[in-house]
Every structure is written in C-alpha cells, then in structure tokens.
C-alpha cells in the first residue's frame, strides 16, 4: 500500500482534512482539521487515520512501511510552526496524544499530555517558562499518565507516592508541593516504573510517540471496547485515528486559562453563549473540582449570583476573540457547539468543538430559533431533533431545584413525575381520589382488575415486574408515571406499609415517584407542568406538514380519546374494549357471563353488558368527532375476567342465581398453561358468537346515536383479533354483516362500517394475501407477533432478558424496538401480500412499537397508513414520523 | 351447450364410459361402464354426467335443454335391450335411480328401487312373475323409499302404517304379510302421500324418473353434504352423477339370490373368495338382518362351521359364473373388488364393483401376493397401502373374538391394547411393575414426574387431556398404549379407586385399554401380539429401496432406542435430555440445580447429574452402533422440575444443604405465565451457561467412551433448541467448541461432533440463512414451530380446536397434520434461506409430523434428509416415505 496517504496535519489555518472526513480521521480529528481550515487558532498537530488501525490488525499488528516517514515529515511540520524542537533540551517540543474514534467509545485510551518531556527537556521547559515547578509538575503528570495507559504501570503506584509526599511534608493539596518536591517525586515516579517494568522510563521523545501512537491502537481491542462496541454496534472493522498535537499551557500564569463553553444554553436553548473557564489552569483541573471555574459572560455570572469574575471582565480581549469564534462555529456548523479552549499568555487556542448535547427543551428551542436565524432550513430542524427525548416534555417533571430524599429506585416505566398518598388497593385508590387526593398505587404487581384504581392514580409504584410488565403497559397507555420493579421495596398489604431497608411508609402518607429516573422520593417534592404550545408547537406544525402517515392514539375510554385529540392524534388506532369490562357493576356481569354454563347463560349476562358497552363507544365516537376509530372485539383469555377471592366468588354466584360451587368449578376449568396462546381473541368470537353479537350491535348502535348526536357520520372499525386463518374471520365478518344488517333496520339509517384484522400471528402474516379476500383493513399487533415470533413471552421475558443485552445477543428489547430482522419481515410480507390482494387496504400498528421512533421509521419504509400510540407518545410519534419521510425520501432521491 | 352429451349409456357388453370417467361419471357409474366394456352381465343403463349436476347449480336449477332428449333416448336403448317398455301395463320396465359421486358421500340421496311402477305396472309384474305378493311388495317398497327420499314425506309415516297393518294381521314380519295385506297397504301408503303432498302418488314413470333425477341433484346442496364435503375438502364444483339402471330381481324365486362380495377375504387378505348371499332376496334384506345369509363357498362354510349350504353347492352354474368374474374383475382392475351380484331366475347380473376395504393386515398380504401374481408392480403395492393403517400392525390389539364389558370411553390417543392391575401413581406402578404384574397406570392427567410410572406401566388411562395431552404424546412416544380424556371416570386418589356410574375398580384390580378405540374394559381382555415378519417385512423392505428421505426415531433412553432400531431406525432425530432427569435420585439433584442462587450452587447439582448423563448417552450410542444420534440440550421451562409435595421441598433442601423457605421462595420465583414463552432452551443454556457445559461434556465423553467400547465411531450431533437468533447459536457453540477442545485434550483422542439448532420459532425460520452460517444442521421442531405460527398452546387449544372443526375452520388438527400453507411456508423459507448459505446443510424434522403420512409428503416435497419420529411409528414413516418420493417423482416426471 506505499503511496497511501496516512497522515493529516493541520494548524496554521490550513489543514489536509476536514469535517467530512469523520471515517478516516474520527470526529476530532476531523473537527481540529475543519477548524484550522476556517481559521481558527488551532494548535498544529496532525491525525494518523482510522485506515492505519485497520491496517495494523490487519497483518499482524504490524504498522505500513511508509508510516514512520509520514510520521517524522508532519512532526517536523508542527517543529516548523511552533518553533520548538522535539527533544530540544533548550525550546522542545510537547506533544498530547488522542485517541478518535468515528463515534465517541468510552472504554478506549484517552489522552497522554505533555509527551517529549525528559530528563533534558524537562530543564529546557523550566527555563523557557520561567517556573520551574510547573516543568516538573507537567514531567510528573506525564510520567503518570504514560506509566498508567502506555506502559500499563498501575494508577494505584503513583497516587501512593503522590500521597507520601504530601505526608512526608505534611501538606494535604497537590499545590502545595514546591519545585524541589515535585523534582523528587518524578524520580520517585520512574523509580517505580523501573522496578515494575524493568527497564527505566523511556527518555527518547519519538519512542515516547511511537508507544503512546502503539497505546491507541492497541485500546481499540481491549474488553471494555470490544463490549462497548458489541453493545453499539460499532464494526471492529472501523478502527480509530490517533491525534498528536503540540501542546498548549493554560497553566503557565495568570495570563493563562483553559475552559469549556456552549455556543447556546444547552439547558434552555437560549441563544446565549454559557460555559466557565479557571485562570492558570489545565483541563484536568476543572474536572478534579478543586477549584470552582468561573463564568464566562458578565450575564452568566447575574443568573447565578456568581461572586467571582467572569472572563468577560478580566480578560476582555480573548473573551472577545471567543465570541468571533463562537459565531464563526455556528454559522459555519449550524448548529450549537460544545467547545474546549486554553489560553496560553493571553493567545487563545481551540482544542475541540463538536455539537453539543442539550436537553430536550433546548433542542426544541434552538432548532426553532435557528430556522428563524435563517441558519438551518425547516426540514434540518425537525431532522436533528430526538423524538423520544421529546418524551420528557409530555409529562410533568420533578423541578430540579426541588430537594428530594430517595427512598429507593426502580425501573423508569412510564415517564413523568407524580406524588401522591399512598393507597394499596385499586379500591383505596379510587376511593381517596374521590375525596380529592392525589394518589401513587403501590402494589406488588398490578393485574387487569386495578385498572380503576391505576386509573385513579397520578403514578403507580409496584415492587415486581419489568419494563414491560403489566403496571408499564398500562401505565404508559394512560399517560401514568410509573416506577416498576422496585426490588428493595417490601409491601405488606395486612399492615398496609411499604419499607425500605427499615424505613416504612404507611397508607396515606406521601410518596412522589420519578418515571424517568425510577426514582422513589419520600414526601412531595414540586414538579412542573409541560407546556405544549410555543416552540413546541411551531415544531409540531412543521413536522405534521412533513409527515405521509397519520398518527392515531390507542384510546379506550373517553378520557383517553380526549388525552388523545390534545395532543393531536387523528384517529383512534386501538380501542380495547377489555377495559370496558372492568368498571364497577360490570365486572360482575362479566363474570357471570364467564362462568355461565350455556349460551342461554351467557346472553343473559350479556344483556346487562350490551347497553353500558353501547354508552361507551358513543361517547368514545363523539369525542373523536367524526374521525376514524378501531375498536378490536374482546381479546384477552376469559381467565382474567375470573373472580379470585371468595367475596367476588359469592357475588358472581348471586348475580348468575348458581351455586358457589358451580362458579369455583367453572373457573377451575377455565385456567390454562399458556393463556397468552390460549383461549382468547376471535376463538372466544368463534366459540361465544354471542358475545362478539353484543360488541358489533353495541359498535354500530353507537355509530348511528353519536352521527345524530354530533352530525359527523361515524364510520366505525371493527376488528378482529388473533386471526391465523381466513376461515375465522369469514365466519366473524358474516356474523357481524349479519348483526348490521339487523342495526339498519332497526334504525332505519345506514351506516358504513369496515372490518378487519389484527395481524399479529406470523400465520396470519404470511396468509395476508388470503386474509385480505375478507379484511378491509390491517393493524399490525406487533406485541403479539414478537411474542410468537420469538417465542417469548413479555411477561416472563425479565428472567432473561437482561442478561440477553448484557451479553450482547439482542441489542434493544424487541417489545421496545420492533425487530426488523425478523418481526419486520412479517410485516413485510404481510403488507406485500395484503396489497396485492386488496389495493386499497388500510394499514397501520397498534402495538407498543407505534410510539417508537425507530420502528415508525420502519412503518414508513414498508408504507403502512397509519401508526397508532398511546396518547402521550402522539407528538413523539408525529415527529418520527416527519422524520421518517423525510429520511425514506432522501434515500429514495438518493 | 347443445352438442354436449350429458348421458352415457352401458349394458349387453358395450359402454360410452369407461373406468377413467370417474370424475363425470362417478366412481358406480364408470365402474358399471367398465364392467360393460369388458363383457361382464351388467343390467343396461345410463348415467347423467356430473355436468348437468354443475350446469344445474350453475343456471339456478336449470337443466341443459337437450338432456330431456337424451334421457329419451338412453331409456329407449335400455327398453331395447331389456326388451321391455317403461309404463306398459304389460310388461313394464323398472328401474333403479341412484346418485354416484366422483367420491362416495354420505349425506346424499342414495337409492330410489323399482321405479316405473304404477297401479298398472303393478299388475303386469304380478301377471309376469306369476307372483302377486311380490309385485305389491315392490311397489309399497317404491312408495316408500320414493315418498322419502323423493317427495319428503317421513318415513315414520310409513312406518307406522306397516307396523298397523301386522298388528291388524297379528303378525311379527314383514314376510308375513300376504299379497292382500300388502295391497291394502299400498292403497294406505298412496293416501299418506296424498295427505302429505296434497297431490296424489305419481303414476307417470316418466315423472317418477325425472322426480328422482331432481331429488339427486337436489340432495348435492344439501346440509349434511355441504358439511361432509366441508370436511373432507371436497369441492361443490364436482358435483354428483345419476345413475339409472334396469332393475333385476333377486327376490323373484327360489332360483334368484342376491349377494355380495370380496375377491379376496378383506380381514386376512387370504386369495380367497369371501362373501354371503340370500336365496329369494333382495339387497336390502341382506342388510336388514332378517334372515341369516349363507356362505358362498364350501370353504368359506367350513372355516366359519356354518350349517346353511353353500352358493357353490346350491347354485353351482351361478356360482362357476361369479368366479370366473371374479378372475375377470381381479385381472382387469389389479386389486381386490368388493362387488354386489343378484341372480334373477338363474341369471347372474353385476350390480356393482370397488376397490374393497381391508384391514392393515390384509392390504399388506394383498399387496405382495398380486406383487408376486405378477398383477402389479412393487411401486404399485407400496403406493396403496394405507400408512396410517399400518399402525394397527405395531401394537398388540384386542383379539376380536374376546369377550368384553366395556366400562367407560376416552379418547383413542395412543394406539395399542393393554389390559394390568390398576395403579394410581407412577411409584405404585413402578413397584407393582416390578413385582412382575403388569400395570395400567391411572390418573386425572399426567405430568413429567410421572414419566418413570409410564414407563413401567403397559398402559395409561387418564380423565383429563386431549390428544395432544402430555400423556398421548409421551405415550405414543413410548409406544405405551393410553385412552386419554375419558370424562366419565371418577377417580379418587385418596380411597385408591377409579368409579364410572357406579361401578367401581380399586388399584390392584384389573382393567384393559384399547388405545385404537378409546374403549376401557373390565378385567383381562385377550390380546394378538404384532408381527413384523413375512409380508411386512417384505414391503418394508421394498419401501426402503424406493424412498429418498432418512428415517429417524425419537429416543430418549436406550430402552426407546432399542424400539426403534427393531423397527427400523436409522438413527435417532431427537434425543430430549430432560427426561432423563426425571428418575430416581436425578430429580432431587435436578431440583437442588434449579432451586440454587449461584453458579456454584447449580454447579455443586451438576457434578452429580453429570456423571449419570454421560452413563445413558453411552448406553445410547452404543445400542445405536454408530448411527447418527441428535441430542437436544435441555429444553424445558425449569419449573416443570420443581418440587410439588412438602415432602419434595425437604428433600430438595436437605440436599442442597438450605432451608425449607429457600427452596420454596426460589421455587415462587420460577412461577412463569406463559412457560411455553418463557425461560426455557437455550435462553437457559444462555443464562446459566455450566448446564450445557455439562452436557456437552457428558455427550463428547460418552461418544469417546462408546466409540471405544463398540470399535464403531460416533459423531454426535449436539442440538441447541428454540434459537431466535444467530447471537444465541454462535454464544452456544463457542462454548461447546470450548468443552470439546478440553475433552479431546483430556481423552487424548478427537471426536468429530455437529452443532445444529430446532428451527422451531417463526423467526428462526425467517433468519435461517444467517442462523445457517454457525448451525451444521436445522431439526425442524414442527410441535412448537405450530404453537408459534398459530398463537396456539398445545395443552389449552382443547377448550376450542374441536369447535374449529366443526365449523369447517380447521380441517385437521395442525399438531397432527402439518400446516402446509402457514407453518410449512416457514419451513420452505428456513429449507431455501438455510441451503442457500450451507448447500450441505443437514435437515430434519423431530416434531410429531415426522410420523405423519401427509406430513412426510411435505418433508419429501420440501427436500429434507430425514424425518424422526416415534420408535413405533418408523415403519409408518418408511412407508410414508416411499410413497412421497413416488409421488414427488410421479410429478415431477409429469
């Protein structure tokens, strides 16, 4: 490979890289290069590419031939620039030495400061800048950075001789150690390094280089870096790039500084320069916090109620040359920048600059600002925008000035911050939210019959359960802060106590829960409320002009269709008619339907439920004001329905006129190994056609009163679950023609209706083609089909899961994340098929996925219509969607 | 349409149909059509095309205009030949009308007899057969079976005048009724019609013929034969043939007879002629039992010591007549007939000839004589037998002779007989097994612990479960006879007894299982013990050099291994470890396993289950002597290894050295929602990776071990089951390849060894092309690969899958017969993706299909190498497997 260019210089307002030469130079190097090219003060340096790297494990950790010359011919170029020599015992050279990589990996070698110090050199240092302790405290650092990361000569051994002597003087700070101290504790340093080495600390310069060069390269295959990128998909193939760059001194006097900056504030997205910076001192110093930085700007030290000076006031003129860069950045990357700088002798120097992270209202104040500023085009902003940070806007947040105590962490389950009394029961929860309380239920796990009282609550708290589990589902659907599997929690629910570790809680006393951190507080700490209207707002206009799908909420009872049109869904995508059941009187109707023996039975029972279930979908239908609404008939295993303690037992056999025995016996027959692959869905349409009778009479009743009632025609969606085979919906589509036919007549008014299905069997996918003889329309159950896919249950899953991330098998949890592999192929294949059969088809996904960022983009790449979320997640899903067609677009044009 | 013939004629030796014409035709009428054409005495006739039965429903019951033209005609052909005229009061001309689909169908109208009389024809048949009693039983049978099946008039009308009119005469029979009383009862039945009707009994033949055409076609739509073609997947497009026939009269003297027959006995396939016959008699009488019929041959006579002569003695003319047509009939179809004669006055004419049924046994004898009569080819023999039927052969049944008091019914879910002492708990039945009784194991259902009982039981009967319940399959894995499901029985743990109506079996006592029926009997039933020698041999054998695919047994221990190797294995496709831990000590060190905290906890249990493993998988290879063995790592969710009794959790904490609470928390914590999802396969190989460590070691040890002890080298194949991912594979075989390396270097010897995966997911399916790049061979696991597919839970689809099938939506159970559309679609992706990255890819099937018939036909399809299934059930496969790669052959040569 001679003739292949391996090394990058730059400095001196050129360089031979630039910004968009990230793969071959990492994201430093190609920003230190970008800089110098728009000339900024950069000290001179150059970057040995990402190719070397791939080259050295490539034939045998062996460097090219030709990389020792390019080596010396850009180290000479720097020599020329700086006017100081490597290794000159008089002026020399010193050198850092980064690790860059494509994409920031934590677990890699850092960085080697001050290299091309020696015994000579390090006399030269002295003289030139006139202090003598700060040579030899530079020599001493290095030697313990190059000892620790190069020579792999343990941290521990130089702290323990640090420590001696500051004991052997008596002293406690690092500062404190004068010139003649620091000179014996760098012999001290190589000292050890000879007794642990066996051979003396190396003296040569460009042997210095060459194994701190050998270091980087050598990191990028360590544990830690090989997990990291296992975990991040990061191909080893990549490699890194080695910056060597001549070193500048924040800590050569009181004209010197080094600091940390933001182009705006990352906190609020105010376009106002914000960072801090420490006179006389090096990088490591701000992070070490011996010292308090100071502010930047005059207006940055008035917010905080800062005493000490800002750079502004006490060094007027760099201050001024780093707002001219501030805005050169800016203008020049369009987009807020984090920089690093020194100030050696009053000369600023830039050492980094990469776009800044920022929290969510920032992001949203700045995009919005900077399409104002003419900076950035509309698209850009929405593109560069985090959909799921958006998450942390939609719920109330704990104030972040507020004091808290914690009491225990769990799972972040469903974001946003709540407090509340504690109540055990769903019962208790509903009554204390009667009396005007707020309340956190806290309950062991939560199970279909605590809706009410989840419903009731402003959080939920349980003690078992994942990410996925029951209360996070739920949670997350009604908009609920939730904290899942708080493990140190112990509940007693005789007692009615929780206790942490010996700290007890008792029912009525105060909790306030984070959703976001997991986060379980003692007492009521303040929160704020989100604010939807504003930047947000002009962010959410521009992406819904963007965006091809639609966005639909998954609703199902009024208040949640309401949640749903504020934050801008268009539809309902799922509405479970399960929940329905659960409420007050019903439940007992339900179970006695359940349990009841015959069909004469079960009609009976159902006949109670009909009216109820025709009063929901009519408010349900009005809210949404004429707009599309799925409702899926009854899905779930009967056994959940089940009565359980003896007390619900009595009352079902009262209300069904059996005996006790006879419902205790049903409901033994009724459980099931695998009830999630069981009895449930169109089998129970199937096997009690009755009951899918009363659910499509009470759908298109509704459908005819709300039309009246409001004047927007409704056209309901009645959908079918857990089919695997035509048969069974033709058979459910005959019935519910047949029921239609009966409503019109009755009402002497028509009404369009649709039917269709869930897909959500990998059966069912791949017989779309046969499916869509009979479906109209097709909403992906993405839940149920990971499950059957995989073959995982999410409930179960927790046992395992984890440790299938940590060992890098799955990299996200496929109930998150739609799996694209595999899932996605079903959807696929079930979209191609569907189509081909029926053109016009309507399809969307109900499943969790719908308010994924990752899997909307997905949905838009096989061409679903729609995507249906919970209500919370709607902005999210808007923007990803946007996103997503605008990205599906680009690589269209591409 | 004009031009089309829509009616062809046979009789007198000639015929416009032939054999082939079955599909317009009907399987009666091209059979007499081809009786015609080779000269056989066949009443002259006509049959009307299935072409007018789907011109008929195609043109809303309209028929063809020029059929009425060509009826004309067909009849004058047949009044020619008869040389009788239809309505003349002299000599009149009856016919038969009776339906005849391309496949026999129950639920059709079938015969209308003696057609064409009147209340003049009635006295030119008196006047012509010299017998006035008979020509009125013949028109008051015409009106009967007219008036019923034509005119829908009940049949219990007609009934009761019958039973009137011998209760008038104080008479017991039909026979007994003079020619008056049956006139009376003619004019009787004529009024009834008129009552019903309100239109008088038809006296025009012509309208009699057309009527009956009608009701023929009429009858294709109806509901009994909407549903059977439903069922049977037989298409209403076939539509239904008529065929009309001149009548010929058994009853007409003591020198007419009717008879029916099999060229060969159907029972023991003896080249023997086989049938009865009844002298003055017509067909129906035979069948209403009234009279005893008579042997046909002097031998036949002999073997069944029957006193009444013979047809050979009484009738020796006819009966010389029927064998050469017997000879004639045999030659020219090439397998056994089954054919219905009558003898009018001396005159020997064919009514009727079909392939005859026959048991298994006499279908293999059948079979090979005609291969060795030179009759048919070996292809041919293999081709038309019966797979499925030759189960019956593997297992001892019930002798037929043998007396019996059936108890109670289940289902008939393993086959086989088995009669032993009652036993009520796998200890009692291994004990009682020990002592040399034989036992039938009883219980409410069973569950893995009960595994040692089913083994030393020779039969399990249980209350609960369905076909596919633990107990069936693992009894037909055993080749244990079992009766599963029988609702009726009471059993009472407790008091030891098994109760049905009352009648009560205590342990000890003994009953007797036929698991082909489903019936239980009380006491010792005697059994025949099966035969694999002669023919059976001889087909096998023959099957085994015409088919392309491999067959394999499932084996989990040698005892299993020996099975199959006696029927024929020629290797075992699965071997599932975990049975293997179920007996004697192992569980306790199993469950101390499971119940640990730690790694070093479950490893301490290892240490002791290892050595025991390598001791069966040793026993294992050298009963297989070098052939192929697959074996399964641990697959089942832990917790079906639990402790249960107090008594199990002391022992299990005693082991592990804990205590009680330990073992019972640990045991909650296990508690899964959906185990069949849960964590379970290589999720526990993955979590607790020193599991499969030990039995890989175990496997690699014992193949060293056996290859020496037996000179012959075994080459495990070591299967990682329900993989979803390659991450999951390749974890897996890193570590086996680690173990194998340490266990080669200990044995100073290698050991060739295949690691492959289930695909049994509908994601491994999809992602077999890269899961293909690790695993060296695919095990198709079709049990789960359903499960998933479906959304379906073997164990729970019981409360629905029977309500599926009646409605038409699932024609087969798909744990029985493989799902070609859904769950086979999966499998030809995996086949395709699979060989696609490894063309030498080797793959199976290890599910319950692999032993089924049309299962196999799709693994042949598909290109698998092998198929595994249940010990007894390889010679079905073998079979099955010659005949698919015939057919598979047949289609692609087409």
Redesign the interface.
Known sequence: MTGTKWVYSFGDGTAEGRAEMRELLGGKGANLAEMSNIGLPVPPGFTISTEVCTHYYAHDRHYPEDLDGQIAAALAAVEASVGARFGDPVNPLLVSVRSGARASMPGMMDTVLNLGLNDETVEGLATRSGDRRFAFDSYRRFIQMFGDVVLGVDHYHFEELLQEAKDDRDVTLDTELDAAALEELVAAYKAKVREERGEPFPQNPRAQLDAAIGAVFGSWMNQRAITYRRLHDIPAGWGTAVNVQAMVFGNMGQDCATGVAFTRNPSTGDAAFYGEFLVNAQGEDVVAGIRTPQPLTIAGKTASNDDAPAMEEVMPAAFAALMDIRATLEAHYRDMQDIEFTIQQGKLWMLQTRNGKRTAAAAIKIAVDMVHEDLIEKTEAIGRLDPAAIDQLLHPRLDPDAERVVLTRGLPASPGAASGVVAFSADEAEARSKRGEDVILVRIETSPEDIHGMHAARGILTARGGMTSHAAVVARGMGRACVAGAGDLRIDYIKRSLSVAGRQVLEGEEITIDGATGEVMIGRVRTIEPQMTGDFATIMEWADGMRRMAVRANADQPVDARAAMRFGAEGIGLCRTEHMFFEGERIVAMRQMIVAEDEAGRRAALDKIGPMQRGDFKELFEVMEGRPVTIRLLDPPLHEFLPGTDEEIEQVAAAAGVDVAVVRHRAARLH????????R?C?LG??YPEIYEMQARAILEAAIDAGRSTGNPVVPEIMIP?V??R??LD?LKTMIDRVAGQVMEEAGETVTYLVGTMI????AA??AG?IAQTAEFFSFGTN?LT???????R???G??LE??RD????EQDPFVSL?R???G??VSIAVERGRATRPDLKLGICGEHGGDPASIRFCEEVGLDYVSCSPYRVPIARLAAAQAALATKIERDA
Chains 1, 2 share one sequence.
């Open positions: 099931e190994s695998n009830p999630m692959l069981g009895h869905g089998r199937i096997t857990l695997a085979t048969a069974e058979l959500e069997l990998p059966r791949l017989r046969d149920d499950q059957t896919a995989f073959g995982l249950s409930d179960d899953a046992n395992f440790s299938y060992q890098g098998i799955l799996d592999d595999g899932v192929e079903l």
